[in-house]
């Protein structure tokens, strides 16, 4: 858990300049512990060289004053004190006229021989009281030590959180340039800029989060390029027969036309074709709503699909289109909802129809696949180009344009097909060839009972 503190900090830089430098301060601080603690013992060694120094400077009669924790004793070599008031020190004799330092019951000394005429004629200890023993004698050691050695500890500290400090703001830099960046393309979206990309080469959590930003803008892009078509499209749609209405309004106003059959039969035509594409964007919106309830039932498609072509002949029957239902007859019966497959199949198998030459065909094929029933429905027509292939069931997309509005067509019949097979739990998508035709596929779900029956 983050410290409050540290969560008021304004900047991740701020954050993880302040964790670095309390990390190496820490880590600096025990490492002079333990240090402190291994070189507990560096402190006798001084002090056993300073008792030397004095030893040696009393032993030639340079000694001009004595510290306060250190005393001088003088004794001959058999050792009787020269000065009797340091007679109760019991310390080692040595006659070999070598210097030596050492430690004897509670005291440390040195001792230095005096040496006339090849002779040792006395003897000259500098002693202090030895360190103690156990635990407090040894964390008493450690402080002295660190006392002893503070401002080199100080400077290293120093020096090491000044190198973290610089490099904690170069890795905080480049660790935040994409939420920067981030943060102010958000900024830019603010005002219906989708445009900007953060790029970073991390692969870290950052790196991820950038990669996830892009994508999301590019989809807010796309949505918005999306809204932005659709209000133009629908703009058009509601216009183009709203004018025609009002132009023959005008007419029979102006008495340039009488209110005949024909005239009212055209006037109806355009209303008819208002309200179809009001009832359709109205549906479509219930369906990408999920507000448009599905009345599942089991349902053998064979049957739908003969009943969906014989409407489409007599709608169609001036194209000169062979359309052939190749169906197997032991297809297992789906799981859907009649009234919307019926409208799917009929989408599809009429904008084939109206896209094939006289003297084309549109077959309708089908087959079980991993739980579910794959509908074909593939033409002889112009087929499709391949950069309009992934918008082909976006609204109001056209892939001919003219050729659509001629036929009468709104652009949304794909769009809804594809918002009830997805309804189902299914998927649809398209395949096309110029000049040899298109494919159309979508499955549904086999229906509970017909699950178990093996695969053909």
């Known amino acids: 858990m983050s410290s409050p503190r540290l969560e008021r900090l304004p900047t991740i830089r701020a954050k993880l300049g302040s964790t670095i430098i309390f990390a190496v301060g820490m880590t600096v601080i025990l490492i002079f512990l333990i240090l402190g603690y291994a070189l507990r013992s560096s402190s006798q060694d001084t002090d056993r060289l300073g008792l030397l120094r004095v030893a040696r400077r009393e032993a030639a009669g340079t000694l001009t004053s004595t510290p306060a924790e250190i005393s ?21 004799l040595f006659s070999d006229g070598m210097v030596h330092v050492g430690s004897t019951g509670d005291v440390e000394y040195a001792v230095v021989p005096v040496v006339r005429s090849g002779q040792v004629v006395e003897l000259v200890y500098a002693i202090h009281d030895a360190p103690g023993e156990g635990v407090f004698a040894r964390v008493g050691e450690t402080f002295r030590f660190l006392t002893d050695f503070w401002w080199q500890f100080l400077l290293a500290g120093a020096l090491a959180a000044g190198i973290a400090l610089v490099v904690a703001r170069w890795l905080a830099r480049g660790m935040t340039q994409p939420l920067r960046d981030m943060a102010a393309a958000a900024h830019r979206m603010e005002t219906g800029d989708y ?22 803008s590019a989809e807010l892009q796309n949505l918005e390029q999306s809204r932005r078509d659709l209000l133009a499209n629908v703009s058009h749609e509601l216009k183009t027969p709203i004018t025609a209405i009002r132009a023959h309004l005008e007419n029979l106003l102006d008495g340039v036309e009488r209110p005949e059959p024909r005239t009212m039969q055209v006037m109806l ?12 964007l109205l549906e479509l919106s219930r369906l990408e709503s999920g507000e448009l309830p599905l009345l599942r039932e089991t349902i053998p498609l064979a049957p739908l699909v003969t009943q969906v072509l014989s409407e489409i002949e007599v709608a169609r029957s001036d194209r000169g ?32 129809v109206r896209f094939t030459p006289s003297g084309g065909a549109v077959t309708v094929t089908a087959e079980r696949h991993n739980g579910s029933v794959e509908v074909q429905v593939a033409d002889t027509g112009v087929g499709i180009p391949p950069e309009h292939l992934p918008r082909l069931f976006e609204r109001f997309y056209r892939a001919d344009p003219a050729r659509s509005r001629e036929d009468g067509g709104t652009g949304i019949g794909l769009a809804i097909a594809r918002s009830v097979v997805e309804a189902h739990g299914g998927h649809i998508h398209a395949r096309s060839e110029i000049g040899k035709g298109s494919v159309f596929t979508f499955d549904l779900p086999v229906a509970p009972a017909a699950k178990n029956r093996r695969e053909p």
């Open 72 to 92: 001088v004793v003088r004794t001959s070599p058999e050792g009787e004190p020269i000065d009797a008031a340091d007679g109760s020190v019991d310390l080692p």
């Open 195 to 216: 445009s900007t990309r953060v790029h970073t080469r991390s692969r870290d959590e950052v790196g991820q989060l950038a990669t996830a930003f892009n994508r999301m």
């Open 269 to 280: 035509a355009q209303t008819e074709r208002l309200g179809r594409l009001i009832e359709q």
């Open 321 to 352: 289109v062979a359309v052939r239902n190749q169906m197997a007859n032991d297809l297992p019966p789906v799981d859907a909802d009649r009234e919307r497959v019926h409208q799917v199949l009929f989408n599809l198998i009429d904008n084939a």
